[in-house]
Antibody, heavy 120, light 107 residues
Framework: DVQLVESGGGLVQPGGSLRLSCAAS????????MSWVRQAPGKGLEWVST????????FYADSVKGRFTISRDNSKNLLFLQMNGLRAEDTAVYYC?????????????WGQGTLVTVSS | DIQMTQSPSSLSASVGDRVTITCQAS??????LNWYQQKPGKAPKLLIY???NLQTGVPSRFSGSGSGTDFTFTINSLQPDDIATYYC?????????FGGGTKVEIK
């Protein structure tokens, strides 16, 4: 079975940094695009970033471009999200989500999420 | 960006009722639409992909239809386990965008 387990969330001050990780298992990680999707408290879903299967291409929502960096380690089946310059509006549960072999596809498996709280 | 407008934002129905949710895209997205179910405190779950294809393991009471800009999600015979918020999502182009969600409750 596909498993995605996020970690790294927590409380951080505005302007601070945090690195999220997602450990993947149960599928050939290096074959699939991966994404981060977030959900602010009581709000809907917002796509944050996607990385291609090889890691060669990355894509970002305008709201995080220049502040967040997505990356992956296919040798260790790990997905990352480096978040710098955090703002109060970045407070959300961050989900790691598996896509298909290409980026414009469905999110067919999701992690349980990790909460990021940006507050002083 | 492609805007996804979902309606209604919430609904209340009885067990056994047929429930319909609509999703309208701001431009033609062909069949590139998915539907997700999210129960309180849980991660979203893919139910329907490519507008009408049922994800493996999803009960057949769930269905989807539509193409272009107008899409429909239906629950035939609502069950207590279906209490959740449902989201549509387009993947015709980046940024990937979601509808605002429809909260389904039992009357």
């Amino acid at each position: 079975d596909v498993q995605l387990v996020e970690s790294g969330g927590g409380l951080v001050q505005p302007g601070g940094s945090l690195r999220l990780s997602c450990a993947a298992s149960g599928f050939t990680f290096s074959n699939y695009a991966m994404s981060w999707v977030r959900q602010a408290p009581g709000k809907g879903l917002e796509w944050v970033s996607t990385i291609t299967s090889t890691g060669g291409d990355t894509f970002y929502a305008d709201s995080v471009k220049g502040r967040f960096t997505i990356s992956r380690d296919n040798s260790k089946n790990l997905l990352f999200l480096q978040m710098n310059g955090l703002r109060a509006e970045d407070t959300a549960v961050y989900y790691c989500a598996k896509q298909m072999e290409v980026i414009l596809t469905q999110f067919d498996n999701w992690g349980q999420g990790t909460l990021v709280t940006v507050s002083s | 960006d492609i805007q996804m407008t979902q309606s209604p934002s919430s609904l209340s129905a009885s067990v056994g009722d047929r429930v319909t949710i609509t999703c309208q895209a701001s431009q033609d997205i062909s069949k590139y639409l998915n539907w997700y179910q999210q129960k309180p405190g849980k991660a979203p779950k893919l139910l329907i992909y490519d507008a009408f294809n049922l994800q493996t393991g999803v009960p057949s009471r769930f269905s989807g239809s539509g193409s272009g800009t107008d899409f429909t999600f239906t629950i035939n015979s609502l069950q207590p386990d279906d209490i959740a918020t449902y989201y549509c999502q387009q993947y015709d182009d980046l940024p990937l965008t979601f509808g605002g969600g429809t909260k389904v409750e039992i009357k």
